[in-house]
Nanobody, 114 residues
């Protein structure tokens, strides 16, 4: 299974970005998919995740600003990020979990700076 994350970039505070994560097989293969991020000098942390049944969980720091969604036709996971803050600067990774394995995408850099 391959996960290809796209959509990172540089944006000013208050701006928006949408990340996408294309899976090489049906997203219904996975029990859960999610987005994580890792800022320099910090541990990787959960940003948002979605279960196969569509239940979503968000980190407190992004609630109300970020939205996780998926497209089963395109086999793609999305993260819509609005009202971005400098503290959202990090490398963002998508992941996908089955009963036996966890898969990670390659990461995409998001930089929020004026």
């Amino acid at each position: 299974v391959q996960l290809q994350a796209l959509g990172g970039g540089s944006v000013q505070p208050g701006g928006s970005l949408r990340l996408s994560c294309a899976a090489s097989k049906s997203i219904f293969t996975f029990n859960r998919m999610g987005w994580y991020r890792q800022a320099p000098g910090k541990e990787r942390e959960l940003v948002a995740r979605i279960t196969g049944g569509g239940i979503t969980v968000y980190a407190d720091s992004v609630k109300g600003r970020f939205t996780i969604s998926r497209d089963s036709v395109k086999n793609t996971l999305y993260l819509q990020m609005n009202s971005l803050k400098p503290e959202d600067t990090a490398v963002y990774y998508c992941n996908a979990i089955t009963d036996v394995k966890t898969y990670w995408g390659q990461g995409t850099q998001v930089t929020v700076s004026s």
